[in-house]
């Protein structure tokens, strides 16, 4: 789908052949009829409106513009959308897209285009896709408050449109903003024959549901209100309800609360209501004329939705206070004049409102002061329009529009032609309309009809519309763009067109005629304060808000701008904005006055291709060229195309420029080198200069990520290769740190040891270990202290028969206290035995003697120990025939008693008479006081016992003794232990030797010269007490039975 593929007629006017107005119609016609409604002339696209909708406009033709050249595919909106959005993004170029034609050539429809295309190709994501859902939906919104049916469009602007939609540096949209110009407020209480009020009062009557029109106090039938024009309530293809729902639902994606709708929809229904309050004549007390209400429901109604006092209202509508320094007069008004006060307050309430709307709808569409944009403009104005009668509204629409074509003609026709002079470009003059003169004649400062408006509304004295005229009529009497009645009369006299208060100007698309009626008190745009301090008083909050000027306190003497003058400075700064960004031009043309598809109104068309001066375009292009640039920028843009230039260039821009080109081989017609520019001749020349350029780009995109990625792994490798180092150094170095520390602790640790254990040997005694000796000695010592005190309180009896003894409190002391107890008693037995006189000494050691004696041998001796020693069993102190036994020598007699003789021959016992001396043993007759047997204690050589309790024993003799011839013998003593002890002890005493004493049952006694075996044998118990038996056993024996 190239250029020259299969078109139809021309696409780009440029080629046209011949080029005259004629072919350029024909091409149009030719081109519309085959449904090609888009055609180029260069760069500037032209649009015949086709009435139908055309299927060109869907996501597979965004994919194709998006992705191909401005010139590789047929003309379409989408192409210069597309150019202006690549530019925007890649040549950081703000865009404006101008949008121009008059009314119903589609200009709103081509806004909305570049809208959708736009929101289509730029960035996504949830941000992204909310803030073009806002600024799309703002449309409706718009559409539906600012619209309205015309005679020439169904829906036709009435307001003028500049949206800045701004973006980041990615190309994604931020926000926008919303300017609004001059809404056609006077639409409000009258439309022309055959159009309809704005779209929002038949939206809000069709689509609202039975409960909110009750809310609002309203009737679904459009005929009861008298600001809709009741023959004109539908409108052929446009359905009011479901719009009305569409845009309720704009309003929520833009964010408007659900309160700001309510609020919205009451303000409106406020509107029509006071279409329908009826003011009639009355005449006050005094004769003067006044007004009043006659439908006291309706304003009670339009006070209830507004939160006012009824009376209030009516005061305000039906007369006016005037405040002079001193003091306040009111006049009451007539019903004209309060009808006219109701139809200004109606109209300034709906535009207020629709001020309000827009910006509402910028406060949720703007974007962050911080961040850096780019702006792409998009401008839909009211297109120009011619009516029958014509006021104030289209004196200013048409100003709007004739700037608008200054615009077009300053950059494409004028400027251009004086660039190419300037540049020293050989060049042929284009002839085209400047239409300078005509916007001086509107807006200059001084002298143009504007100020004189602005003059005549400050002017004191009488001012009326027919003043202004007259001063027009004066002022421009020679000016070849203004006519009137007053400058005609002298060229042409009947002029049925033109009445009486009427001024002409013939603008660039032909000759407007205006009527001044009203013109002043349009511009003055004053409400009467009244009017507006009684909406201040409303608890309505938006209809409060509308109006800050009625607020007491904010009073302003200070007159405000006049609506022309607002309007003026409006677009100057419009101009100014649009001139400051890259223009992309669509020429809207409307092919036929019925909005019918398919129809080709050749006049119709011709007259809007001349006055947009689309010939002069077309001329101005083929003559000229396409593209120009600084040396510069154009050099630094495509000097990577070549390698003299790339990547360093020490030359001049021109010389640079030229080497490029000259490499390039484009060929010397394309390119003329102006004094500062560089100019190019067709767009395909510069298509392939961009096209070489991304190629070259590619191609460095790929070497600076070779570039880039070798050096990044060769970083990455290096730094991996210094931190590996860097690691293996600290872990070795860490290793052996740890491995030191590790030996250091060691030998500290055996030094320690070493010293801990030298130290010890040393201090041993001091140390703790030697505590539990310590300890235990001192706790031994304490528990043997505690023990001895104890024993040391608690000794028993010093008795020598007492043997009790406590036990040792512990264990350990068991062997101590035996001893101490054997100590005790030795003690004991010491101290007793000192006690004790040498006499009971002499008896103890005599008890002792026996003891050793007899202990444990014989059976008599436990019986003799108790009793002392007598020794004297026989009176023998008082006997002197006794004591004349015993030599005086002798000294005492240790013994005497009374035993008894066994006869050796039978066994028979004889009493005698017993003494023991020191020296002797004497035994007498127990009758007789002589001594019958004197035995020495020399010659007794033994003596022999029975263990049993009998006295018998045997004395042993010597042979050789003076009585040893008779033998031993056999006696039986009563006390036998005492006697046996003395005789022991006397024999020790007197020959120093023991005596022997057998303890037996049976010894040999010496009879004579033979031995008798004695046998002692111990009897029953029945046996005679005390009688001791012997019985002669043959010759040798003898047996003794003892008890
Ligand atoms: N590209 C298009 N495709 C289909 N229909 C179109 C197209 N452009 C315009 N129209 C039709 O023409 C009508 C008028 O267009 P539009 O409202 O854009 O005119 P306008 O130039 O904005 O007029 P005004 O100055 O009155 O606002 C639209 O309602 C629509 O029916
Ligand atoms: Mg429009």
């Not at 703007?366 to 403009?377: I, Q």
């Not at 000016?479 to 660039?508: A, P, W």
């Not at 003329?672 to 070489?692: A, M, R």
């Not at 004991?828 to 009971?840: A, E, G, M, T």
Request: glycine share 6%; proline share 3%; hydrophobic share 35%.
């Amino acid at each position: 789908m190239t250029l020259l593929e299969g078109s139809v007629g021309v696409e780009d006017l440029v080629l046209l052949e011949p080029l005259e107005q004629e072919s350029l119609l024909k091409n149009l016609q030719l081109r519309y009829e085959k449904k090609e409604i888009y055609t180029y002339i260069g760069n500037v696209l032209v649009s015949v409106n086709p009435y139908q909708q055309l299927p060109i406009y869907g996501p597979d033709f965004i994919d194709k513009y998006r992705d191909y050249t401005f010139y590789e595919l047929k003309p379409h909106i989408f192409a210069v959308a597309n150019v202006a959005y690549q530019s925007l993004r890649f040549r950081d170029q703000d865009q404006c897209v101008l949008i121009t034609g008059e009314s119903g050539a589609g200009k709103t429809e081509a806004s909305k285009l570049v809208m959708s295309y736009v929101a289509a190709v730029c960035g996504k994501g949830e941000q992204v896709n909310s803030v073009k859902e806002q600024l799309l939906q703002s449309n409706p919104v718009l559409e539906a408050f600012g619209n309205a049916k015309t005679i020439r469009n169904n829906n036709s602007s009435r307001f003028g449109k500049y949206m800045d939609i701004e973006f980041d540096f990615k190309g994604s949209p931020l926000g926008g903003v919303i300017t609004n110009y001059l809404l056609e407020k006077s639409r409000v209480v009258k439309q022309l024959k055959g159009e309809r009020n704005f779209h929002i009062f038949y939206q809000l009557l069709a689509g609202a549901d039975a409960q909110l029109l009750k809310a609002l106090k309203l009737e679904r039938d459009t005929s009861g209100y008298a600001y809709l024009n009741g023959e004109v309530s539908r409108v052929d293809g446009m359905d009011d309800a479901s719009n009305f729902k569409a845009m309720q639902s704009a309003m929520t994606v833009i964010g408007f609360s659900e309160e700001e709708m309510r609020w919205v929809l009451e303000v409106t229904a406020l509107v029509l209501k006071l279409g329908n309050v009826e003011l009639s004549n009355e005449c006050q007390a005094n004769g003067i004329p006044a007004s009043g209400i006659c439908d006291e429901r309706g304003i009670r109604e339009i006070g209830e939705i507004a939160g006012l006092n009824s009376e209030e209202l009516e005061r305000a509508l039906c007369s006016r206070t005037m405040e002079t320094a001193k003091e306040k007069v009111v006049t009451a008004l007539n019903a004209v004049q309060a009808q006219y006060a109701r139809d200004a307050l109606a109209k300034n309430i709906y535009s207020r409102l629709f001020n309000w709307i827009v910006n509402r709808i910028n406060e949720s569409i703007k974007v962050g002061t911080g961040e850096r944009k780019k702006v792409m403009g998009v401008l839909d104005i009211y297109g120009f329009e011619i009516l029958e009668d014509n006021s104030f509204e289209q004196f200013v629409i048409n100003y709007c529009n004739e700037k608008l074509q200054q615009v077009f003609i300053e950059i494409t026709l004028k400027e251009e032609q004086e660039e190419y002079k300037r540049e020293g470009i050989p060049w042929e003059k284009v002839d085209y309309f400047d239409n300078g003169t005509i916007c001086n004649l509107i807006e200059h400062n001084q002298r143009g009809i504007l100020a004189m408006l602005d003059e005549e509304c400050l002017r004191p004295g009488v001012v009326s519309d027919s003043t202004f005229l007259a001063k027009l009529n004066q002022l421009y009497s020679k000016h070849s763009y203004y006519e009137s009645k007053v400058t005609q009369n002298t060229q042409r006299q009947y002029d049925h067109t033109m009445g009486l208060s009427c001024f002409r100007i013939c603008h660039y698309a032909g000759k407007v005629t205006y009527n001044v009626n009203s013109f002043i008190d349009k511009n003055n745009d004053l409400l009467f304060r009244d009017l507006s301090q009684a909406m201040w008083k409303a608890r309505h909050p938006l209809l409060q808000s509308l109006f800050p000027e009625g607020d007491p306190k904010q009073a302003s003497r200070k007159r405000p701008p006049t609506a022309g003058a607002q309007f003026k400075s409006s677009v100057a700064i419009l101009m100014k904005n649009l001139y400051s960004k890259n223009p992309n031009y669509i020429r809207c043309i409307k092919p036929n006055e019925h909005q019918q598809r398919g129809q080709f109104s050749w006049e119709l068309v011709a007259t809007q291709a001349q006055y947009l001066g689309l010939l002069e375009n077309v001329r101005v292009r083929r003559a000229g060229y396409a593209f120009r640039q600084v040396y510069g920028p154009f050099l630094e843009r495509f000097r990577l195309l070549s390698r003299s230039t790339w990547p360093r260039w020490n030359g001049g821009d021109r010389e640079g420029v030229e080497k490029i080109l000259g490499e390039l081989s484009v060929s010397s017609k394309e390119v003329t080198f102006g004094k500062t520019k560089i100019f190019i001749k067709s767009p395909k020349t510069l298509f392939y200069l961009e096209e070489q350029r991304r190629l070259r780009i590619q191609q460095l995109a790929t070497l600076i990520q070779k570039m880039y990625r070798g050096w990044r792994c060769r970083t990455h490798y290096q730094q991996m290769r210094k931190s590996q180092i860097l690691i293996s150094s600290w872990f070795r170095g860490n290793r052996q740190k740890k491995r030191y520390g590790k030996i250091r602790a060691s030998v500290l640790l055996i030094q320690a040891f070493v010293r801990g254990w030298k130290a010890r040997k040393d201090y041993r005694k001091y140390f703790r270990s030697g505590a539990t000796l310590t300890l235990t000695n001192f706790i031994y010592k304490s528990m043997a202290q505690k023990f001895l005190l104890r024993l040391k309180n608690n000794l028993p009896s010093t008795n020598v028969l007492d043997k009790k003894w406590p036990a040792a409190p512990y264990k350990c002391f068991n062997t101590a206290n035996r001893e101490l107890q054997q100590l005790f008693y030795q003690w004991k037995c010491k101290k007793f035995r000192d006690q004790l006189s040498p006499k009971q000494v002499e008896i103890l050691r005599e008890k002792l003697c026996a003891s050793e004696l007899f202990k444990g041998k014989k059976a008599a001796y436990p019986q003799s120990v108790p009793i002392p020693f007598r020794g004297d069993y026989v009176g023998l102190q008082g006997n002197p025939k006794l004591q004349k036994l015993k030599n005086r020598q002798e000294g005492s007699v240790l013994v005497a008693e009374t035993v008894k003789k066994v006869n050796r021959s039978n066994g028979k016992t004889s009493s005698r008479i017993l003494l023991l001396t020191k020296e002797h043993v004497i035994l007498a007759d127990t009758k007789k006081s002589q001594a019958q047997i004197v035995i020495g204690l020399e010659s007794v050589t033994g003596v022999s016992v029975s263990p049993f309790k009998d006295g018998l024993f045997g004395l042993h003799l010597s042979e050789i003794s003076s009585v040893g011839s008779k033998g031993d013998f056999l006696l039986v003593s009563e006390h036998v232990v005492e006697l046996l002890t003395r005789m022991h002890r006397a024999v020790l005493d007197t020959t120093q030797r023991q005596l022997p004493i057998s303890v037996t049952e049976q010894f040999s006694v010496r009879f004579k010269e033979s031995d008798v075996t004695v046998k002692v044998i111990q009897g029953p118990q029945s046996h005679e007490k005390g009688k001791l038996s012997c019985k002669k056993k043959g010759s040798r024996g003898l047996e003794v039975t003892v008890p």
